[in-house]
């Protein structure tokens, strides 16, 4: 059925009166009552009787009437809801993010949230080749990368990361000192593969060599077991963000030591909360430019 019939019935029946019932309609009488009649002509019976005071309901009408409204009222709420989500106002989600956008990644959906409360985000800690797929499978609607991506993805650059060594004391140590004293502490490779091979050139090109490489399968592991004196770690510059005072962080020169993190999504999906987060992250960038 038309909502519109029923629209018209509610309509009428709290105004009493047929040329009212039109004006708050925005239509004309003879529109109203050729909706009315039509409403009557589905339903088989009368809905109003017409008299000196305007349009009365009939007994069948009073009983239709709350379902009616009921009708009308969640009629209403969905086309609200319907137009929040089609702004990308109300809605969810999910985003993908790596160790060097640890620090970030929750800033950028601080903000965005300032902006969007109605919209729900779920945060997934998950490295860069795993969240390409997940991009390309619609698993994330967004995802904080090394970019560029190596697989069909647009993308934005946001910042510059770069190798630091990670060391337990301040010493005179050089790193090939570092790295001859005690074992190199890294991720297992099916959780930092783009670290390792970051990594990997890193000791190549500058002809480098460790003593030995101990793995592990998170950041706080290796941060701990670097603060106990096991051996020392090569990590990302954003680190210092969520280290504990008493790591040293120590600057590297040399070449392979920087890459570009930014933010990656699969154009070919429409997605206009997604949309909307692009957009501000992209505010962001120019408001710092111009501080």
Not at 229 to 247: K, R
Request: charged letters at 20%; proline letters at 5%; a neutral charge.
């Amino acid at each position: 059925m038309n909502t519109r019939l029923l629209n018209a019935f509610v309509m009428l029946a709290e105004k009493g009166n047929y040329a009212e019932a039109a004006r708050a309609l925005y239509i004309s009488q003879p529109a109203l009552t050729k909706q009315i009649h039509l409403l009557e002509s589905i339903v088989n019976m009368p809905l109003f009787s017409r008299g000196r005071h305007g349009a009365i309901l009939t007994v069948a009408g009073r009983r239709l009437l709350p379902q009616a409204e009921k009708v009308v009222r969640q009629t209403q709420l969905f086309m609200h809801h319907a137009g929040q989500v089609s702004k990308g106002i109300e809605g969810n989600i999910a985003v993908g993010f790596g160790l060097s956008s640890f620090y970030l990644a929750p800033r950028c959906i601080a903000e965005y949230r300032r902006e969007y409360p109605g919209i729900e985000v779920s945060l997934t800690d998950q490295a860069s080749f795993l969240q390409y797929d997940m991009l390309l499978n619609d698993e994330l609607q967004l995802g904080f990368v090394r970019v560029p991506p190596p697989v069909a993805l647009d993308y934005l650059p946001l910042f510059t990361d770069r190798l630091v060594l990670v060391a337990p004391a301040t010493s005179s140590f050089s790193v090939a000192d570092w790295l001859k004293k005690v074992p190199l502490l890294r991720l297992h490779t099916t959780r930092g593969r783009g670290l390792n091979a970051q990594i990997d050139r890193y000791l190549h090109d500058n002809a480098l060599f460790t003593s030995s490489i101990q793995e592990t399968d998170d950041i706080q592991t290796i941060v701990a077991l670097v603060i106990a004196g096991t051996g020392v770690a090569l990590l990302p510059y954003s680190v210092v963000h969520i280290a504990p005072p008493e790591l040293v962080i120590i600057p590297l020169t040399g070449e392979s030591l920087s890459w570009q993190v930014g933010i990656a999504w699969n154009a070919n999906h429409e997605d206009v909360i997604r949309d909307n987060f692009i957009a501000s992250i992209r505010k962001a960038m120019t408001i710092n430019k111009e501080e």
